[in-house]
């Protein structure tokens, strides 16, 4: 069995390559990153660590690489593959579309196609289901039917915490212990053997939900107040008791959504919120704010990790006020390096903050969380570095 998999970055080798590894696949890594692929080609095989304090290192071997950028070499090898997965950033997807859409095309030309599944592994809601469109914009309409019929776009949510990190072997990394594969198994056609590792559900929703409004809110918020608080990382910033109460209070909203929305037990649901802080507490870990920060204009926007819970908040007449003091902090978040921050920063001095709020949250200027997110800014200074 072969598996193409899109991204051979930290969660492409740290999670989907080593599971898919290890489920038997084949795994070939298409990335555009010249010394990722030379050295995958030469060597076949790269290692994993645990953050933890066991020495144990995993060998994955039986891997192999293309060049991202050829791609007609892209497309023959989707076309002969079982399994298509990804981990490139949601805003890659759109540019991985074209040759994924011309393997498509070279299956569908036999008289049998055979089923393919294709999986994005990122962190948003739908992410297979936007790549699926981006491919299809690629197709012309008479194999629209032959598409709908053999190839799958199941959504997916995962979980494991890979900070950026220089290795002398620019293919080791080191991953946190924990991981969380879920599929919508109700989007996925018959015949594909399970992946051990893998969580099959129907419907998809409350895990994604869970773990965006959790994992990546609760991150997100520590690496906006953490940065302000002049921290390097979420490590640091979590041992700030300011920083660490936000983390909690924010968690504690969108807690009290996804318990209204979904039904969970509250207790359960403490107990969750208390294994991510632990999870992002991992003094094996060292995790820089301004990856996990990055992409401010993607985290503030409508369906993201931010605005959305503060959205089902307000729908329900439970408290946001931690989440748009999140949002605020995000619009302080001034990496020079980080092309979103700087767009951010340009358009907050070109457009002032309540233009520069509407128009990458999607809240108009008279809307209750935007007249929130006005008055926690207004609550901090950039310079100074400390919560209001
Ligand atoms: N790191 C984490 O903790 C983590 C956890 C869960 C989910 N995610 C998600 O996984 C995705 C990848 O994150 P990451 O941390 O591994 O990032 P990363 O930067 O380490 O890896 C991304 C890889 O994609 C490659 N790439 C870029 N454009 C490409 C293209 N056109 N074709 C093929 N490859 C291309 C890059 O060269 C890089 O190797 C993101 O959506 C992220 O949100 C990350
Ligand atoms: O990858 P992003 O930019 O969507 O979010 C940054 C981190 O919160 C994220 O990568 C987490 O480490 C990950 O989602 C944990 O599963």
Avoid at 205 to 226: D, M, Q, S, W
Wanted: net charge negative; hydrophobic share 45%.
């Amino acid at each position: 069995m072969k598996a193409v998999h899109f991204g051979a970055g930290n969660i492409g080798r740290g999670f989907i390559g080593l599971l898919l590894s290890r489920a038997g696949y084949e795994v070939v890594f298409s990335d555009v990153n010249d010394t990722l692929v030379s050295a995958l080609q030469s060597r076949r095989a790269y290692t994993v660590s645990l953050a933890d304090s066991s020495d144990e290192l995993i060998l994955v071997e039986g891997v192999d690489a293309i060049d991202g950028k050829d791609a007609r070499l892209v497309a023959e090898t989707v076309a002969s593959a079982d399994l298509v997965t990804t981990a490139v950033g949601v805003h890659i997807l759109k540019h991985i579309a074209g040759a994924l859409a011309q393997g498509i095309a070279l299956r569908l030309q036999a008289e049998q196609p055979s089923p393919l599944h294709v999986i994005a592994c990122e962190n948003a809601i739908g992410g297979s289901t936007q790549l699926k469109e981006s491919v299809l914009g690629h197709l012309p309409v008479e194999l629209h039917e032959a598409f709908n019929r053999y190839i799958a776009f199941p959504d997916a949510a995962v979980d494991r915490i890979v900070p950026i990190q220089h290795h002398e072997d620019p293919l080791h990394v080191t991953v946190e212990p924990f991981y969380e594969w879920v599929i919508d198994r109700s989007a996925m056609l018959p015949g594909l053997p399970d992946i051990d590792g893998v969580h099959y559900v129907d419907g998809l929703e409350p895990y994604i939900e869970r773990k965006l409004f959790t994992v990546n809110t609760g991150h997100c918020t520590a690496a906006y107040h953490g940065y302000l608080a002049g921290c390097r990382t979420i490590q640091e910033a979590l041992a700030s008791a300011s920083v660490a109460a936000e983390v909690r209070a924010v968690l504690e909203e969108t807690g009290a959504v996804l318990v209204r929305k979904y039904g969970f037990p509250a207790d359960e649901h403490a107990r969750y919120i208390d294994k991510i802080l632990s999870r992002f507490t991992n003094p094996h870990l060292s995790d820089e704010v301004e990856r996990v920060g990055r992409s401010p204009i993607r985290k503030l926007s409508p369906n993201d990790r931010l605005v959305r819970p503060a959205l089902l908040a307000l729908e329900n007449g439970l408290p946001y006020g931690h989440l748009a003091f999140a949002m605020a902090a995000a619009l302080r978040f001034d990496d020079a390096d980080d092309a979103e921050a700087a767009e951010i920063q340009q358009s907050l001095r070109s457009n002032g903050l309540s233009a520069t709020i509407a128009r990458y949250s999607g809240l108009a200027e008279d809307h209750p969380i935007h007249a929130e997110i006005v008055r926690r800014y207004e609550a901090t200074r950039p310079h100074q570095r400390g919560l209001a």
